[in-house]
């Protein structure tokens, strides 16, 4: 039975998708008896991205090394350079492309969309899947009695991230357009600043994430190249109705075209509908809850060590990757001090 051990500081109050994800995954194999609670009782490492820095190599050498049939698997959010919107990220996107390479048994990519851009950017994993995230069921539910009352509609945006690819413009220019006495919008992180027509309530515990979800009707993804929106999937786990721009991996979510949207002018277009019309079009959500995602990232785990039976990984080239990324963790840190970029490589973006 695989014994998981997350190799990833999960962070407890308000954090960005990914950090929310691993808490909600660990959770879940906790419950299924496949949570490891360290390193030394795991037969299968899980690292998450970019964020593993120097120690976490030592340890993976070390662990390796006394476990040559242990499987690591890294799940891939990205790529990072599409989804930042700059090019000095691609050595972010170059170390994930050599720890798939040298370290990694198995890549989870998170959608389809960022595996196809993933694998024109040169990251090419032995063995890969796709499987998609999902929130926390105790928290993230829909409410037992749907308030769908007529107007004024609510809608929630919301975003860790301050990225202006997470929607920025698009929302300033709904806003513009919006009468706020048809439609009110609610802010939930560092999207922008409080506007008029907006309300901003700024980041909130997990659970005040999903009572605010639960209060409103619709739900819009703004966010542009965004390989798989943790908050889109968490509003539509809360009964929402989603609405999300047309780019990266929000139609492998939504899966229906009805509600996707190209621009501003599109999208309110969408939200003029009367209510009762966007619920009987959008009928029930299809989207996997968490147990269906956990077994998958467990079946992925069992192949991976099925086929790693005969060809156990060698640890050197966890060594030799120490040594190329201790270069290019250096050329990323000193082009970021030059171009004024206040950012870590291995930190979330």
């Given amino acids: 039975m695989s014994q998981i051990f997350v190799l990833y500081e999960i962070q407890q109050g308000p954090w960005g998708g990914g950090n929310q994800f691993l808490r909600a995954l660990t959770k879940q194999l906790a419950r299924s008896g496949n949570l490891a609670k360290s390193a030394d009782e795991a037969n299968v490492l899980l690292v998450n991205s970019h964020h593993w820095g120097f120690r976490d190599l030592l340890m993976l050498f070390v662990w390796k090394s006394k476990r040559p049939y242990g499987i690591v698997l890294l799940r891939v959010d990205g790529p990072i350079s599409i989804v930042r919107g700059n090019s000095i990220s691609r050595l972010v996107d170059l170390r994930i492309q050599l720890f798939s390479r040298l370290v990694a048994d198995g890549v989870v990519f998170q959608s389809n969309w960022s595996a196809s851009k993933s694998f024109s950017l040169g990251i090419r994993p032995k063995k ?84 605010i979800l639960r209060s409103a009707h619709v739900f819009l993804a703004l966010s542009s190249d965004d390989p798989c929106s943790n908050s889109l999937i968490e509003g539509i786990h809360c ?31 969408l939200l003029e509908q009367p209510l009762g019309e966007m619920r009987r079009k959008w009928g029930l959500a299809d989207v996997p809850g968490l147990a269906v ?57």
């Fill in 293 to 349: 995602v956990a077994t998958e990232y467990l079946e992925f785990c069992r192949s991976l060590e099925d086929s790693h039976l005969n060809s156990p990984r060698i640890p050197v080239t966890i060594f030799l990757l120490i040594l190329v990324d201790a270069i290019v963790v250096t050329v990323f840190r000193a082009w970021s001090k030059l171009a004024g970029l206040n950012r870590i490589i291995t930190r979330h973006p």
């Fill in 128 to 211: 890969w899947t796709v499987i998609t995230n999902a929130p926390d069921p105790e928290v993230f539910f829909a409410a037992s009695v749907a308030n769908w009352q007529e107007r004024p509609l609510r809608a929630v945006v919301s975003s860790w991230s301050s990225n202006a690819k997470k929607g920025t413009a698009l929302l300033e220019e709904l806003l513009r357009e919006l009468n706020p006495r048809d439609l009110e919008v609610i802010s939930i992180g560092n999207l922008s600043q409080e506007k008029r027509g907006l309300t901003q309530l700024g980041p909130q515990p997990t659970e005040q994430v999903a009572a």
């Fill in 239 to 269: 009964g929402l109705v989603p609405f999300a721009l047309d780019s990266g991996g929000h139609p492998e979510i939504v899966k229906k075209r009805d509600f996707l949207f190209a621009d501003a002018q599109e999208l309110l277009t």
